[in-house]
């Protein structure tokens, strides 16, 4: 194994669970952290299985404000939002529902429109309204959960793909590809202008994903992960120690 440089903070749990319990712990205390000091937080939420458990964990956290929370997400699939696959349906199944928040608080991606580009551009626009700028003139989301592909996908950033060279729209569309629908995808200039990105993966199918982001060299177009070393906030990996190889 090459050298790893790992950035951020790294929190090895023994179980997806414990990640899960981790993760709600986490975002919950840097949503508080944030009220402290501003009126609103906004969060971009990632989909697929991972990090279910922590959106269902955090619907039970009542001590947090979630009036004051600006809900986003952080890529979705070209289906309608009521389809399983959605990461909107995922997300508003497992938190949504049961928390006290408005419709208005909530701005899911249209990736079921037919016109995905003007979807995009539509979404980028709904960030810049929302969202308090950054540096570079760029929204910053104030937390950001991400997710790890087998592949060294983040969001929907795929390996090779065209979106990871976009600079400067801020949600691109993503063609699809075998086994895989279109998508909406926010890319690498909004992501990594983040506060806070907490990056969660289970299992051993993401270890070698992960020790391809945190090797001292490597290819990012192969491994897409790995640009998130440019993230200008705090970097949170919540892994078990599958997924981290720990246990090699
Ligand atoms: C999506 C996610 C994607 C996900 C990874 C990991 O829409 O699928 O945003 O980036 O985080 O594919 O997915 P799992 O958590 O299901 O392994």
Not at 80 to 93: F, T
Not at 208 to 232: F, Q, S
Request: with cysteine.
């Amino acid at each position: 194994m090459s050298t790893l440089s790992v950035w951020g903070e790294l929190v090895a749990c023994h179980t997806a669970s414990e990640i899960a319990d981790v993760a709600a712990k986490r975002i919950a205390a840097a949503i508080e952290a944030k009220l402290r000091t501003q009126p609103l937080v906004s969060i971009a939420l990632s989909g697929g299985t991972t990090p279910r458990e922590t959106y269902a964990r955090l619907a039970l956290a009542k001590h947090v404000d979630w009036s004051k929370v600006l809900f986003f997400w952080v890529d979705e699939r070209a289906v309608s939002p009521s389809d399983a696959r959605s990461n909107y349906h995922m997300v508003d199944e497992a938190m949504l529902q049961k928390l006290p928040v408005n419709r208005n608080q909530v701005a899911r991606m249209q990736a079921d429109l037919t016109d995905l580009k003007s979807a995009a551009a539509s979404y980028e626009s709904l960030l810049r309204a929302r969202v308090m700028l950054g540096p570079k003139n760029v929204p910053q989301l104030d937390i950001l959960t991400l997710g790890v592909g087998a592949d060294g996908h983040t969001a929907s950033l795929f390996p090779r793909d065209a979106a990871l060279q976009e600079q400067k729209a801020l949600v691109t569309a993503v063609a699809p590809a075998a086994g895989r629908e279109a998508r909406l995808t926010l890319t690498f200039p909004m992501l990594l202008n983040a506060s806070n990105v907490f990056v969660l993966a289970s299992g051993l199918e993401k270890n070698k994903a992960l020790e391809r982001a945190w090797a001292a060299h490597g290819d990012d177009g192969e491994t897409p992960l790995r640009a998130l070393r440019n993230a200008i906030g705090a970097t949170t990996w919540i892994i078990d120690r599958a997924a981290g190889g720990l246990l090699k």
